[in-house]
Nanobody, 123 residues
Framework: QVQLQACGGGLVQAGGSLRLSCATSGHTLSSYTTGWFRQAPGKEREFVATASSSGAYTYYADSVKGRFTISRDNDKNTEYLQMNSLKPEDTAVYYC????????????????WGQGTEFTVSS
């Protein structure tokens, strides 16, 4: 069993930066793939970024590519989502998730989820 807890949400102005953290437990972070997803009000949950178990391979949604960076500290069992040049459309509840196999952009492929952390980007 893998437990995840995301934090770092809040209020930020457009153009600003924010870093989300996701602390994991149950197994070492290097054992599994992780991903970030987001869900805005009235919308479906969507893929943001994913990193392979080693952290060597990362993939991003087109909407965040070049602005967001996923990374992980396997020694601390924590993954991060650094978000720069934030836009109002980035406003959402952000979730971290984990799976045992390779990277995936599909939320249904992830059996383990954190509780979500919300932030708002003001214009």
């Amino acid at each position: 069993q893998v437990q995840l807890q995301a934090c770092g949400g809040g209020l930020v102005q457009a153009g600003g930066s924010l870093r989300l953290s996701c602390a994991t437990s149950g197994h070492t972070l290097s054992s599994y793939t992780t991903g970030w997803f987001r869900q805005a009000p009235g919308k479906e949950r969507e893929f943001v970024a994913t990193a392979s178990s080693s952290g060597a391979y990362t993939y991003y949604a087109d909407s965040v590519k070049g602005r967001f960076t996923i990374s992980r500290d396997n020694d601390k069992n924590t993954e991060y989502l650094q978000m720069n040049s934030l836009k109002p459309e980035d406003t959402a509840v952000y979730y971290c998730a984990a799976r045992w196999y390779g990277t995936s952009r599909h939320p249904t492929d992830y059996p383990y989820w954190g509780q979500g952390t919300e932030f708002t980007v003001s214009s």
